[in-house]
């Protein structure tokens, strides 16, 4: 038996039904959807891993804040109380609140970037990639090679190589490169950390340069568990005292406050230059609202910034990494390929190493992902080619090395009974690979973040 995790520092007040369905049922929903779980009706998931991005459950001091909500369109105490909040826990002086994390990607994007520039990271997101591009700029990837092979076990695959982006900065010349974007931790590497160290070398090579560093802070606080879990000299600090210590290392973060901050909606643009801070708010009126609430209701600030404060305590996240690790665990125990050492908020299978027969064109990730709901009634998200997109310049399907079915897990959702549901159904697929004898491709490729809204049919392997 494989170990526990710590029992949750909470207990259930409100309960959410949710329904089992038939094999029949599913493959009728399935075939509606065209093959995509993302276009699959919530009601006919069992147990839903797509994203734990604003599918959280908040506290009861988290609604009872709602309550406060000032909904006053100027100069909100919600507002007020937000701003502070993230003063006080990210430490970033220019608080500009924005609908979810891609409204300050947008806001973020259009102030700095210009066509021609180069935005080194360390790794790609999907919207934060297209922002950079649909405003010119061209997106780098300065990410440590073993980050790309899902089977090495480095404690920190989310980190900057420093030759890559020394290389890039000579080649380039800083003046093209506006800022480096920092993931903490890596979302598409399967929520793999940045060390503390790392990102010291990475401020002291843009400071010579002249560079910003911009952190995407969504789940910056999971890096914080792994900072204090596994760096030498962190084990004695406060997840608050390293969250603070990684942002003082920045010029600014976007933040989806859908995830660390338990939050269904909101976000928010960080910064310390006040300049900057002056154009953002100028095109904040533009794109989110008034820039004392950016596109959420007052009584969303109110649950953002009560959720910041739930988020650093250290046996809450403590219990939120464990449970992950919980279901990694069961997953590797069984021999099913997964994406090591297992991540902040996600398991990912991989996909490459369990359908080695259905070639990447055919889409093993999309293929697995829509077998594995009608097996089980799961639904997680495809992080492989078809979340890569196309390159915009050459119009070619973007090859990562990475072929996954990310399992996210949504914060204080779901029990430990339902994650071994999900690895019992992996674990039987997994079994029942080799009868897995088609891929799928497209019958609909949308322009723009395409795996959200693609269609398919099966297609035959040649
Ligand atoms: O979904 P948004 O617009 O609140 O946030 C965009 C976003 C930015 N950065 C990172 C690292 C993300 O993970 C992210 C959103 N992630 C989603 C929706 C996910 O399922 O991972």
Known sequence: MTAAYPAEPWRIKMVEPIRTTTRAERESALRAAAYNPCLLRAEDVYIDLFTDSGTNAMSDRQWSAMFRGDESYCGASSFYRLRDTVRAYYGYEHVIPVHQGRGAENILSRCLIR?????????????????????GGTFHDVIVDEAHN???????????DITKLTALIREAGADTIPYVCVGAPVNMAGGQPISMECLARVRELTLRHGIKVILDAARAVENAYFVKSREPGWSGRSIAGILRAMCDL???????????????????????DDRLAEQARGLVVLYEGMHTYGGMAGRDMEAVAQGIVE????????????QVGYLGRRLIDADVPVVRPIGGH????????????VPQPLFPAQTLLAELYLHGGIRGVERGIVSAGRDPVTGENRTPALELVRLAIPRRVYTRAHLDAVADAVIA????????????????????????QARYEQAAIA
């Open 150 to 160: 899902p089977a090495d076990e480095s404690p920190f695959k989310g980190n900057v």
């Open 115 to 135: 066509p021609g520039h180069r935005i080194p990271g360390n790794m790609y997101f999907t919207t934060t990639r297209a922002h950079q591009e649909l405003n």
């Open 346 to 357: 996600a398991v990912c299978l991989d996909a490459h190493a369990i359908l080695p027969h």
């Open 311 to 322: 988020s650093v305590q250290e046996d809450s996240i403590r219990a939120r990494i464990e």
């Open 429 to 452: 697929l997994h079994h029942a690979r080799r009868s897995i004898e088609h891929g799928l491709r497209f019958t609909y490729e949308p322009p723009h973040l395409r795996f959200f």
């Open 250 to 272: 920045t010029d600014g973060a976007t933040m989806s406050a859908k995830k660390d901050s338990f939050a269904n909606i909101g976000g928010w643009l960080g910064l310390r």
